[in-house]
């Protein structure tokens, strides 16, 4: 089991900024993608940002220049730095992780494959 525990939504005036957290916790071996999704109301979800365990970095045009993505191994841990943020960034937040567990007899060598997905923290840009 892979549990995922994030923080850092609230209410935010446009203009200003939020940094989401997203630990991963469990059986794991190793840890491939961290990212984050979010969903708007009425709308579909969509991939903000991920990083991969290269250190390559995807974000999407809506958010290039305002958000970085932030993933530090040691922890399984990744951040999300969401600056400038506009009243159009309003949604519920989701860290997404996959990787591989442990095998059945132990960490030493990698089980199957896992993708999981955290129950999510909502962000909102107001006046």
């Known amino acids: 089991q892979v549990h995922l525990a994030e923080s850092g939504g609230g209410l935010v005036q446009p203009g200003g900024s939020l940094r989401l957290s997203c630990v991963a916790s469990g059986s794991i071996f190793s840890i491939v993608g961290m990212g984050w999704y979010r969903q708007a109301p009425g709308k579909e979800r969509e991939l903000v940002a991920r990083r991969d365990s290269g250190g390559g970095s995807y974000y999407a045009d809506s958010v290039k220049g305002r958000f970085t993505i932030s993933r530090y191994n040691a922890d399984n841990t990744v951040y999300l730095q969401m600056d400038n943020l506009k009243p159009e960034d309003t949604a519920v937040y989701y860290c997404?992780?996959?990787?591989?567990?442990?095998?059945?007899?132990?960490?030493?060598?990698?089980?199957?494959?896992?993708?999981?997905r955290g129950q999510g923290t909502l962000v909102t840009v107001s006046e």
């Open positions: 997404n992780v996959h990787g591989y567990y442990c095998s059945a007899d132990g960490c030493h060598r990698p089980g199957p494959h896992f993708e999981e």
